[in-house]
């Protein structure tokens, strides 16, 4: 990252920009992996109300490269990103920067009047959290965060079969997320707040919560590296952790970033077992298996852009001036979860997790289709798995 002659913090709201009819126009903050393979490309599948004006990154090939590609006019440097808030060019960003930038770039945002739309995890702490909350609602602006599942029909169809009973009561939650990390991806490094529990972990934890309409009690985890892999000196390898849940369930679940390629959650209900396997693939089908009385019923969800419909619904609610669902208080549930979970291994006890109060769920309302992306060709960065 570039050094910044103004700090995100130091941008002040000039009052909430306001969309031109029927557009909002983005910035994309963060040129990596994510933005490249899928943000970026997404916007094609948005254009009924989204539009890229802008890109935000400390390599200047990357944005010059990246502008010529997708026809961006505005780029800026991270010591300019102030100046590109202030512009009057956009309305809103997409954060696609390293865990550990999320607060600061948002809160710029927020401070700008700009709405923000920012990856998962939300932050690193609760506390960071609740600040870009506190930021939002101060400046009259949306946030939300970026869970793509939340509008995938493969998804969101799970969610609606067990909430319907269609397993009976739903009991057990299992799960699995792992992959083969490259070395020097910055996953690895600690300073960039990387971590299975934070990079996929959160994925497994989310789905645990939708899938049981409610939030963990308690929770605990166990830590595990191969000290003789130098990819895990800043990180651990893998977590397993487990989650108490209202009404004695249980939801468990391990990521790894040194094991196979594997993405998955199993339901066992008092009638019956639901299966989703690819669970939480990006670029691929997703799967679902649903057993009752021992007959199987199999769907396959086939592969869609799965970022569009994030733009399309943030840009609507801009336009309608509706509360986004997940908003910042759904990304803070998470990260919550996590900090308590990093605890327990540190502790080896379990950790009690405080009431959060109600939060809206995902539903098929929200569901959004469009049509997959094609491959896109990389321009200094790296798929973080092999």
């Not at 490249?36 to 944005?63: C, T, Y």
């Not at 390898?237 to 199993?266: I, K, N, Q």
Request: aromatic share 8%; proline share 4%.
């Amino acid at each position: 990252m570039a050094d910044s002659n103004t700090s995100p913090e130091q941008t002040r709201n000039s009052g909430s920009k306001k969309p031109r009819a029927g557009k909002v126009r983005y910035a994309v903050v963060g040129l990596g992996y994510i933005a490249q393979i899928a943000v970026l490309p997404a916007f094609r599948h948005a254009h009924e109300n989204s539009e890229l004006v802008a890109l935000v990154s400390g390599d200047q090939e990357k944005r010059k490269k990246l502008a010529t590609k997708y026809k961006v006019n505005k780029t800026y440097g991270y010591e300019r990103y102030a100046d590109c808030l202030a512009s009057g060019d956009i309305d809103a960003v997409y954060i696609a920067l390293p865990n550990n930038m999320h607060r600061a770039y948002s809160e710029g945002a927020a401070e700008a009047g700009v709405h923000i739309l920012c990856e998962k995890p939300m932050a690193m702490t609760e506390q960071e959290c609740e600040s870009m909350i506190a930021a939002a609602s101060r400046n009259d602006v949306k946030l939300m965060i970026a869970y793509r599942l939340h509008f995938e029909m493969g998804n969101l169809s799970a969610i609606r079969s067990v909430r319907d009973g269609q397993i009976g009561e739903p009991r057990i939650f299992r799960s699995a997320f792992c992959q083969q990390v490259t070395r020097g991806n910055s996953r690895l490094q600690s300073a960039l707040g990387g971590g299975p529990l934070y990079d996929i972990g959160v994925y497994c934890i989310n789905a645990a919560r939708y899938i049981f309409q409610a939030e963990p009690q308690e929770v605990f985890a166990y830590e595990a590296s191969r000290r003789n892999d130098s990819r895990f000196s800043e990180v651990q390898e893998m977590s397993a952790a487990v989650m108490r849940f209202p009404g004695d369930r249980l939801a468990s679940f391990t990521c790894s970033f040194g094991a196979a390629d594997r993405s998955s959650y199993e339901v066992i209900g008092t009638k019956g077992v639901l299966r989703m396997d690819p669970a939480y693939e990006m670029v691929g089908d997703l799967k679902c298996e649903l057993t009752i009385a021992g007959r199987m019923h199999k769907s396959t969800y086939k592969k869609r852009d799965q970022f569009a419909p994030e733009l399309v619904y943030f840009s609507n609610c801009i336009l309608q001036g509706t509360a986004p669902e997940p908003g910042g208080k759904e990304g803070m549930a998470d990260v919550r979860i996590i900090q308590a979970l990093l605890v327990a291994q540190d502790t080896n006890r379990p950790k009690h997790i405080a009431e959060v109060g109600e939060l809206e769920r995902p539903s098929e309302q929200q569901e959004i289709h469009k049509p997959a992306v094609g491959k896109s060709q990389l321009v200094k960065a790296a798929a973080p798995s092999k």
